[in-house]
């Protein structure tokens, strides 16, 4: 009778145990990878939705999603920039003046066929509940520069110095080098790459995510410069 007893409480603290040990494994290890799994799909749609490409998502070195896109060349950052054009040239006391604005459409983005995009999530070290999201993203490279429009802010002819029609198209593609060179300098790439992780993180946080993001990271991989083909004449006004 007594062993009888005994064998009846081991058996009930075993299946205390075993239950404890599933309600663990499941809140501890399941239930985590689920709401991992569920983030990942919602982050990965969101880009799909945003910019028409998915992320590779990745955690614990394990690939969640792979990186996919339905064209190569994703733009994820379009900005207009105004740019002036000044020239004046004097002869024998008598000077022209030339003067050009435009506005020029620079579109920016990711080059999927040689760029990698990928995003990280990991446990936070500070907090079990929480994750970091970091995100490997190529630098941005210039995908297309379009002049939308120009105007003339002063033309104006000396007595007998005048202005002639090669002179005006030259410096309208003067313009147009010059605006490129702007969008290609470091500082305006920096503020590109601000502005892109700006938009990233609030993607993120308006995502119904069940997961808590406590911090976000970006790792910005070096890439090779672009080649961008500028069809107007590089022609130096004498």
Partial sequence: MVSVKKFLRFGLVFIVIFIFAIGAVYYLIILPSQLVFRASEQIVNGFAEAFNFYPRVTTENTVIFEEQAAILEVAVYSQRLVHDFAYSNTWMGST???HLRGVFLAKFGFNLKTQNFSIDIAKSDSSDSAYNLTFMMPKPILLSFEMENYRIIEDKDGWWNKINKTEREI???RLRGAAMEEA???N???NV?????TQFKIMIAELPIEIRVEH????W???NPEKINIKD????LN
Avoid: G, M
Wanted: glycine content about 0%.
């Fill in 188 to 190: 305006y790439r920096n």
């Fill in 184 to 186: 290609l300098s470091v």
């Fill in 216 to 219: 976000i990271n970006f790792i």
């Fill in 221 to 223: 991989q070096d890439t």
């Fill in 233 to 236: 004449k590089e022609v130096r």
């Fill in 171 to 173: 410096a309208v593609n």
């Fill in 193 to 197: 790459k601000n502005s892109l992780e």
């Fill in 96 to 98: 022209k003046r030339l």
